[in-house]
C-alpha cells in the first residue's frame, strides 16, 4: 500500500514538472491559452513560409482573453482532451 501511495505521488510529481516545464505554469488556463497560442501562431508562421519559434506575449495574451472565460474544471478537461486527441468538450 506504502509503495502504491508513492508510486502515485512520484507520478503526480513527474506529471507536475513536466507541465511546468513546457508552460511555465501548474494553472491549467494559463497553460491552455499558451497551447492555443502556440498551435494558432505556428500555423500562421507555417503559412507565411517561416520556421515556427517562439510564440509572441501578445498571441498567448490574446488566449487569456478566450480562456478567462472558462472555469478551471473546464481548462483541465480542454487541455487534456487536446493532449490525449480526444473530443473537446
Known amino acids: ?3 502504491l501511495l508513492i508510486v ?12 511546468f516545464y513546457r ?3 501548474l494553472e491549467p488556463c494559463r497553460a491552455l491559452a499558451q497551447d492555443m497560442a502556440d498551435e494558432t ?5 507555417a ?10 506575449e ?3 495574451r490574446a488566449m487569456r482573453l ?3 472565460q472558462y472555469d478551471t474544471s473546464t481548462c483541465a478537461s480542454k487541455l ?8 473537446d468538450t
Not at 501562431?41 to 508562421?45: A, D, N, S, T, Y
Not at 503559412?47 to 509572441?56: D, I, N
Open 80 to 87: 487534456w482532451a487536446r493532449w490525449t486527441g480526444g473530443e
Open 23 to 25: 508552460y511555465g505554469t
Open 1 to 3: 500500500m506504502r509503495l
Open 66 to 68: 478566450v480562456t478567462s
Open 8 to 19: 502515485l505521488v512520484a507520478l503526480a510529481g513527474l506529471a507536475a514538472g513536466l507541465m
Open 47 to 56: 503559412a507565411l513560409g517561416s520556421e515556427p519559434g517562439e510564440t509572441p
Open 41 to 45: 501562431f505556428g500555423e500562421v508562421q
Open 58 to 60: 501578445s498571441a498567448v
